[in-house]
């Protein structure tokens, strides 16, 4: 199985879209002739994780993924460094075992909190192993979905995600 994370720069979100009664149901538009950047992992090697965090004034949330970028070329390690230069973060799409598109950083964007490339790594094969996180986002994640009738329409979902990156 190859585990594929889809990471869109917040700065090429168009729209958002909020289902009127499944308020975690959300589809993005893309700015015209804005792709996301597609990463294909092994295993476990995309992950994506939510967390409630207690706060001082009320709850907070954390947002992180773990991906492996197993190109080791130098156009994967120029699209990992400008990912993580970028001012206002990346949202990140990744299936999840249960045939949804879990969605993380669309409130504040996720950016690096780890960065690390190792040559003599023999699993990694000397791809970016990383880390994007966020602790300010408003809730668990959001699920990328298109919805048919009120229906979660898995087909479609996989269309427009995709579409994301083709």
Not at 42 to 58: F, H, Q, W
């Amino acid at each position: 199985m190859k585990p594929k994370t889809v990471l869109v720069r917040k700065a090429d979100i168009a729209g958002v879209a909020r289902h009127a009664t499944i308020k975690k149901a959300v589809t993005l538009t893309l700015v015209a002739a804005k792709k996301g950047f597609l990463f294909e992992g092994l295993g476990s090697s995309n992950a994506a994780r939510a967390e409630l965090v207690p706060g001082k004034y009320g709850p907070g949330y954390k947002h992180e993924l773990d991906l492996v970028a197993f190109g080791a070329d130098p156009e994967t390690a120029e699209t990992m460094e400008d990912l993580a230069a970028d001012p206002e973060g990346v949202v990140s799409i990744t299936p999840d075992n249960n045939g949804y598109y879990k969605m993380l950083g669309l409130n504040a964007g996720l950016r690096p909190s780890a960065l690390k490339k190792d040559s003599e790594d023999a699993d990694l094969g000397g791809g970016i192993q990383g880390t994007l996180s966020s602790e300010k986002e408003k809730g668990l994640e959001d699920y990328f979905m298109v919805l048919t009738d009120s229906v979660y329409d898995p087909a479609a979902t996989k269309a427009a995600f995709e579409a994301l990156y083709a």
